[in-house]
């Protein structure tokens, strides 16, 4: 059998929503559909699950188990790469999910840097890593790189200095991050059979010129089939349709952010484009009023449909 990291992550990647009922409860039974419809709509294969878009910091180490198993059970011959987020501020937590991923069918693990008690140097978040890494050894691992939300700045090039002495399993790192000449060091550096996977939907472009494998982002759950067909343009050659594609995308988070954009109006606009039956966010994520992701929806048809 291939060694489950002989399968390199290139592409558009689906940081997922969790759904939750009204209760604030998780829904699992919206995650088939879910997937579905990310495949035959969105033409996306990939998802990132339990990560920032997914709240996973706000769910309980059980809720984590339950969706990540219900995930790798529902995208289980359907989609190529179920990339779970097991990052917590304890490294028990962390290496409990890891240990249960890699139980349940998941393609790869990804970790944030802890941001509480934040680790001091790029020596002391490698060895972090490597506690939850070494855990489930035989699991593709990815350091998930996001500043604007942990704090954490250290230059994800430094974290990456032989990293694979300490992680054999290291499989590449999701720079969610605007630092672009730290990632072009981090592709520069990078290893054949790495991904860097770029976080920041609105620079795609940038970070593909860099050198980007991919990128996993909130929007691609509804802008995946337009985004795909950035990636495409590129591929090409054609900078100019590139270019347009990103332009319409910036014009409609530039809309978004004008109305408040965050988590909860972003998972709000996914269930009016999608149909989905997503939910509300949990506390202390406030829920969107529906008013503002139909406004929001509708600019997305007049940008992307209607043009």
Known sequence: MAH?????????????????KSNGEINLSEIGPYIDYLIEKQGVKNIFANGTTGEGMSLTVMERKLLTEEWCRKAKGK????????????????????LHASQVGADAIA???PSFYKPASADVLRTFLQEVAKVAPMLPFYYYHIPSVTGVTIPVRDVLEDIEKLIPSFRGVKFSGCDLMDFGQCVSYSQPRWSCLYGVDE?????????ASGAVGSTYNYLG???NKLLSAFDKGDLVQSRNIQFKMQELLSYAIKLGFNLGVNKSVMSEVSGLNLGPPRFPVMPCPQSTARSIAQ???SIFLEN
Do not use: R, W
Request: proline share 2%; aromatic share 4%.
């Open 111 to 113: 970790v944030i840097a």
């Open 4 to 20: 489950l990291a002989d399968k390199k992550v290139t592409g558009l990647v689906a940081a997922t929503f969790t759904p939750l």
């Open 225 to 227: 089939c337009h985004i």
């Open 299 to 301: 600019k997305y048809n």
């Open 203 to 211: 620079q795609l472009l940038a970070a593909l010129a860099m050198g």
């Open 79 to 98: 989609m190529d790469h179920v990339i779970v987020h097991v990052g917590c501020m304890s490294l028990k937590d962390s290496q409990e999910l890891a």
